[in-house]
Every structure is written in C-alpha cells, then in structure tokens.
C-alpha cells in the first residue's frame, strides 16, 4: 500500500492543498471581518477583503514552506532512510552505484534488466516505494496540519483596531524581495557554477591554449584551442548584423515617420511575426534556399574571376554550408528585435524637437537624420544590442546552415562552427562528467558570458555619453 504511495503526485496535490486551504481562509478571514464591520459605533481599521488576504496568506506560506522542503530534501531523506536500514555487511552494492539504482528505481519505478536475476532488489525496491509513499503521506499531513494551525491562529488575531492592511502590504512586500533575491542567487548560482566546472577544466588545460590556441578536437580530448570558435561565433553575428541592423533601423524610420496609420498596421504586425518563428523552421529556409544561392553565386564569382584572369583557380570555397548563409537568415530572424524597439524609441520622441527642427527650416528627413535619430540613439543602441545578444546565442541555424568545422577561414562561404553549437555538441550524449572534453563546455560558456558581459558595459557606456547629451 506505501508503495503505491511512492507515485503520488505530489506537485499537483500540494498546488492543489494550497489553492483549496487559501481560498478557505480568504473566506474566514472575511467572514469573520464582517461580524464587527456592521455596527455603526465600530469602525475597523481595514477593509474585509484585507483581513481575508491576512488569513490567505498565513493559509498559504506554510504549504510553500512544506513544498520547497520537499523538493529539495524528499528524495535525498527517503534513499539516507534506505541506506541506515541496509544491513552492515550489504556489500552487493556500493554507494555510487546504489545511488544510480535508486535513481533508475526512481525514474523508472521498475527493476533494471541486468539486475533482475538478484532477489535482493526486489526487497529494495519494495522498501525504497514504502518508504517514499510515507514520505509523501507525511509531507501531505503536515502541510495540511500546519496551514489549517496557521489559518486558525491568523483568524484569531482579527479585530476592529487590527492593523491587517499593513501586514498584507508587509507580506507583499517581503514577496517581492524573495523574488528579487531569488533572481540574484540564480544569477550568482549560474555564474559560480561556470566559474566552478571551468576552474576544474583550467586546471588540465593552460588558459591561454585554450583562449590562443587555432585548433579545436575536443570530442577526442585532443586539442582545446578555442579561437576557431570564437571567430565563427562573431562572424556569423557579424553577417547577422550587417542583414538586421539597417533593414531593421529603416524599418522602424520608415513606420514612425512616414507611414500612415493604415500602412502601419499592416507592416509592423507582419515584421513582428518573423519573432514568433520556430529557429528550426529558418535553418531549413537556410539550408534549402539561402546556402544553395550562396553556393551558386560564389561558384559564379570563381568562374568569372578565373575567366578575367584574376585567379588561377577558385578563389572562393563555395561550400553547401556556409557563414555567409547562416548569417543572412540570422539577420532576418532578429530584424523583429531592431525594428520593433527602435520603433518604440523613435515614436517616443517629444514631438516639440520635430517641430523645432521644422520651425528652423529642416525637411522632414533632415529633421530625421539630425534631430530624431540622434535623440532616440540610446534606444537604438539597446536594441542593437538585444539583437547582437539573439544572434550569439543562436544554435539551431548554425547547426543547420554553417556546418560545424571549427577552423578560421575569411572566407564566407566556407563553412563554420560557433560556440553554442560546440556547447550542444560537447553535453550531447554518453561522455564522463569530469572529462576536459565535458568540462570544456563550461569553459566556453563562461568566456562567452564574459565577452557579453563586457559588450554590455561597453554599450551602457556609449547609452549614457548621448543620453546626457540630449537631457
């Protein structure tokens, strides 16, 4: 029977215990608030709705507390239960691999295959579910029993004089601190542990062959130079750049300041759905239609090189991936991004520097170029850098459209990998935690993340050099 418990769900029924016990005690809490709410000679200090929240919120908090306890403590308690009831001399197992059992039991809540001829598993694995099972049942009454004790308690402090407004806003207010804290430690979490792995994998690997070196085999933990990778990353974003930043810019001008409002409501919605495609639908676009033009207008260039007497033989590599396409529709995918924000900054201009600009004599594209533009810079700049961010981070078009040879090549139509793509490829499959080639992943996401973070600063500066120019 505790088995069978073992499989509870336990995340809905705890959402559930706490949306039923805090809709029960927003009912009291009001109900009781309106008992002394009528009388003429009594005046509460807050409204009904908010003693209600007061006794929502002590109803709630417990069963959070209890849940939180339970995702980060419930399993590691009920496999310390199993291991202290094994007897001392259980040698069948040792803790690394009782602790891949449990996990197997766990997922799969069956005996693994090449187990199934021990007895002994079976009496683990029916142990390990009863053990589970109480876990949940306890967890389950306790939750309950300390919400119901808190509902109680927080309807007893309900009066006339009770200050409940004030301790709701408190409680909000200790809310939104939690979740800010909260995005800090995620922050914090993720950059230690880039920090972490990469310190681990510095230690086998000299930092600057991996920051210098030009040749790039990690699947076979040979070599770890990274600037092949660094180069097709910037590159393709390059190409990306050179595609979105002035169709988007011209874009967001062209609907901020001459389009009518009936052109606008067609074009604007129309660029903002190229945002809302899959990125594996543009890498087939990339790699069934952009690289083969590429390829076919690089093999041109040769032949017309060759044939002018400028070559002896093919200039250009005019692979079936390459950069170049892969950097064309990265481009059109994050258009959406400069021209969408850019769109917004422009229209936000205080319409008296436009007629300023008129009252001196400008024409409306000088009054553009010299005025408008120049004061919605910042923005400008902000959405440049959101678009540069989507195109580093892009995966599934490089893998698709650039091919994944790590070299360094000017060549545009030559194929190319980027640092996202080694990540994927490097965490992808059966490999050792604590092999370089595994660890080298974590070693390229931190220099990618502080290349970002620098990027970043060095946009924010520029932000505020022309934002006080124009304050």
């Not at 003693?51 to 908090?61: K, Q, R």
């Not at 930043?245 to 606008?264: D, F, K, M, N, T």
């Not at 919605?376 to 540069?388: D, K, N, T, Y």
Request: aromatic share 12%; hydrophobic share 55%.
């Amino acid at each position: 029977m505790l088995s069978q418990l073992s499989h509870l769900p336990m995340d809905f029924l705890l959402l559930a215990a706490a949306v039923t016990l805090a809709s029960f005690g927003f009912i009291a809490g009001r109900l009781r608030a309106e008992q002394f709410s009528f009388p003429g000679d009594i005046h509460p200090n807050s409204r009904p709705n908010a003693h209600g929240y007061f006794v929502l919120m002590w109803s709630l908090v417990p069963v959070v507390l209890v849940a939180l306890g339970y995702i980060f403590f419930g399993e590691g308690t009920s496999r310390a239960i199993l291991r202290s009831e094994l007897p001392d001399g259980f040698s069948i197992l040792t803790s690394g691999e009782l602790t891949t059992y449990l996990d197997t039991v766990a997922r799969a809540a069956r005996i693994p295959d090449f187990l199934s001829g021990e007895h002994v598993f079976d009496t683990v694995t029916e142990r390990y579910g009863e053990i589970r099972g109480t876990v949940n049942i306890f967890t389950l009454v306790f939750a309950l029993a300390l919400s119901v004790a808190g509902m109680f308690l927080s309807r007893r402090c309900l009066s006339p004089g009770f200050r409940a407004r004030q301790h709701v806003e408190s409680g909000i207010e200790w809310f939104l601190f939690l979740c800010a804290a909260l995005a800090i430690a995620t922050t914090v979490g993720i950059v230690a542990s880039l920090v972490f792995e990469s310190l681990r994998f510095f230690a086998e690997v000299p930092v600057w062959d991996f920051l210098l070196g030009t040749r790039w085999n990690a699947q076979t933990s040979a070599e770890f130079g990274a600037l092949p990778l660094f180069f097709g990353t910037f590159m393709i974003s390059f190409f990306a750049m050179m595609v979105a930043a002035p169709i988007g810019l011209y874009a967001a001008i062209y609907l901020s300041e001459y389009a009518s409002g009936q052109v606008r409501s067609i074009i604007k919605p129309v660029l903002e759905v190229l945002a809302g495609i899959p990125t594996v639908v543009y890498g087939f676009f990339a790699l069934l239609v952009i690289a083969p033009a590429v390829r076919s207008i690089a093999l041109w260039i040769n032949q017309l090189l060759i044939a002018w007497g400028f070559a002896d033989g093919a200039v250009l590599a005019a692979q079936p991936t390459s950069a170049l396409a892969a950097g064309i529709v990265m481009g059109i995918m994050v258009i959406p991004f400069v021209s969408s924000l850019s769109d917004d900054v422009i229209r936000a201009v205080p319409q008296s520097l436009r007629d300023g600009a008129y009252a001196m004599g400008a024409t409306k594209a000088e009054a553009v170029r010299q005025v408008v533009v120049p004061a919605a810079l910042p923005g400008i700049i902000a959405a440049l850098l959101l678009a540069v961010s989507r195109a580093i981070g892009e995966t599934m078009i490089v893998v698709m459209a650039a091919g994944q040879r790590a070299r360094i090549s000017p060549d545009p139509t030559s194929d190319l990998t980027t640092i996202t793509v080694q990540i994927v490829s490097l965490l992808t499959g059966e490999s050792e935690f604590d092999s370089p080639k595994t660890l080298s992943a974590f070693a390229l996401g931190l220099v990618l993340f502080v290349v970002t973070l620098l990027f970043n600063l060095v946009a924010i500066n520029v932000v505020k050099r022309f934002r006080e120019k124009y304050e």
